[in-house]
C-alpha cells in the first residue's frame, strides 16, 4: 500500500500544483507573470 500511496501522490502532486498556478493566475495578474517564468 505505501508504494501505491507514494506514487499516487507523484502523480497528484504536480496535478494539484497545475491546477493552483491555474486557480491563482486566474485570481491574480502578479501571480499569472510568476506561472509564465
Do not use: G
Not at 501505491?4 to 493566475?25: E, G, I, K
Request: net charge positive; proline share 5%; aromatic share 2%.
Amino acid at each position: 500500500m505505501v508504494s501505491t500511496r507514494s506514487s499516487a501522490v507523484h502523480v497528484a502532486s504536480p496535478r494539484l500544483l497545475t491546477a493552483l498556478q491555474v486557480y491563482l493566475a486566474s485570481s491574480s495578474p502578479h501571480t499569472s507573470e510568476i506561472v509564465k517564468e
